[in-house]
């Protein structure tokens, strides 16, 4: 995509973040007319680490957790946010989705009951347009996604506005689209998906549908637009032919000018990443895909997820660098009180990861007390050294059981060891003969724990107090808390 200046023709509120507290506001500046100057105000790759986002001119590490993935249907929006904001989060995901009970679509519905594609739906909007505003007012990046594969197949499809049953702009046989599609939509058998000529299922009847699938993104980007704290990916965890999502890609930078965005798509099958030929295209491909997005590798568990997630860390090694994003983490607390979704997500932080979110429930913790926890621990662990000045080194590790440590690293001065249960190993700091400082961070309550201190030069043991997870912080200064 285009690293082009922002010029923003219109006016969006910003808030001076802080290294220290993601959540700290400026009053001063809201309002600001921009610049081709202030590209850096925005959210963009961290120019000294693109491995990492910086905003407002600062590099962050983005957290987060709701109890909804299209927030701005929630009547519990701002208290979400607020929570969210409260801990240190700064993250949230929002499909442009509608097909939750008590969700409303984005067009105007008639007294017959039938949608008119050429309305709007003023109350879908003015609610959008709240969540822009009240994430901008808490430093909170919005990551969109435009389409949502699962509103368009089986039950939900039943109800969209789009379904040719549904609206009075067309019919079935004008539209090249039925009115039901029962099967499980990563079949990729719904022709909304390939509305560009060339696609698999293209026909010259969804010329039609294409003209309103631009008539929306163009009425989201004309909100969107106004802010800089936003990015975009194009679908949920699609299975569609790339085609799809590069138009959609380029689409939004068209219609954005001279604003500076960033755009990506998430491919379903980031699950096995190794054999996903879209996952390759995206991580190769950065000129297209402005940063990466590999929630779906967070199906994996333990040792699999780790090495997956190394393994796509190391393809992004080998291309222009730029943010890997993980906006979903999935599994929860079970009965036996094993939490696979913190242990995923403790591992994206460690392994990487630009930004870490904690998936809604069913599938994920959402807001709730786990993954306070989990975020609180990883904002303490940043009072002591930031994750962009780390690396991994687990060949530093020794006595390592599969899934026992993980370890990020800037060697010789600060050392993040995870364990996401019980475990014992050593660390080779036989190169750095001084004294080191420790302490140990729960990531079951997000509090810290005993503190200790060694002399280097040799391998330290260190053995975790249970199993009930900790990250333990090492460094060759005394500044814990």
């Known amino acids: 995509m ?23 506001l400026s009053e001063n500046i809201k309002n600001t007319q921009f610049t081709s100057q202030d590209e850096e105000l925005v959210i ?14 600062k590099p962050v590490l983005l957290l987060g957790a709701t109890n909804n993935d299209n927030l701005f249907q929630s ?53 959008f347009e709240e969540l822009l505003k009240l994430t901008a007012e808490r430093n909170i990046i919005v990551q969109i996604e435009v389409w949502d594969r699962f509103d368009f197949s089986q039950e939900f499809w039943q109800l969209n506005p789009f379904n040719p049953k549904n ?59 106004n802010y800089g704290h936003v990015l975009y990916c194009i679908n949920n965890e699609t299975n569609t032919p790339v085609e799809w999502g590069k138009y959609w890609i380029n689409f939004i930078n068209e219609e954005a000018g001279t604003n500076l965005i ?31 997005d590999a929630s779906q590798l967070n199906w994996n568990n333990g040792q699999e997820h780790w ?28 009965a036996s009180g094993s939490n696979g979704g913190v242990k995923r997500f403790c591992r994206d932080v460690i392994g990487g990861f630009a930004s870490v979110r904690f998936h809604r429930p069913a599938t994920g913790n959402g807001l709730n007390e786990s993954a306070i926890a989990a975020i609180k621990s990883v904002r303490k662990i940043e009072t002591v050294d930031r994750f962009w000045n780390l690396e991994p080194q687990e060949s530093l590790l020794s006595g390592r059981e599969s899934n026992e440590a993980y370890l990020t690293a800037n060697v010789g001065e600060t050392y993040v060891l995870l364990f996401p249960n019980s475990g014992t190993v050593k660390i080779d700091l036989s190169k750095h003969p001084k004294i080191f400082y420790a302490r140990w961070i729960s990531i079951a309550t997000g509090e810290w724990g005993n503190k200790f201190q060694f002399e280097g030069g040799g391998f ?19 500044s814990f808390e």
């Open 167 to 225: 609206n009075t702009n067309y019919s079935v046989s004008a539209s090249g689209m039925a009115d039901d599609y029962p099967h499980h939509p990563g079949g990729d058998l719904q022709t909304f998906f390939h509305s560009l000529e060339g696609m698999p299922r293209y026909m010259a009847e969804l010329d039609k549908i294409r003209a309103y699938q631009e008539k929306f993104v163009k009425k989201m980007l004309s909100y969107s637009l």
């Open 460 to 478: 330290q043991e260190i053995a975790t107090p249970d199993s009930k997870g900790w990250f333990v912080v090492i460094s060759d200064r005394d």
């Open 44 to 57: 963009r790759p961290y120019t000294e680490n693109p491995r990492y986002w910086q905003y407002q001119g």
């Open 307 to 334: 090495d997956n997630l190394r393994w796509v860390m190391g393809q992004r090694e080998k291309m222009t660098l730029r943010p890997v994003n993980s906006v979903k983490v999935y599994g929860k607390a079970s």
């Open 75 to 127: 009547a519990d929006m701002k208290e979400q946010l607020d929570l969210l904001s409260s801990i240190g989060g700064n993250y949230i995901r929002n499909t442009m989705s509608s097909r939750d009970d008590g969700d409303i679509w984005p067009f105007h519905k008639q007294a017959n009951g039938l949608y008119d594609l050429e309305e709007w739906n003023d109350q879908y909007w003015k609610q």
């Open 262 to 292: 960033y755009a990506t798509d998430m491919f379903d099958q980031f699950l096995e990443p190794q054999s996903c030929e879209s996952c390759l295209e995206a991580l190769m491909s950065p000129d297209e895909y402005a940063f990466v």
């Open 2 to 24: 285009r690293l082009i200046a922002l010029t923003l023709v219109c006016m969006f509120p910003l808030f001076l973040a802080c290294q220290s507290d993601p959540t700290e």
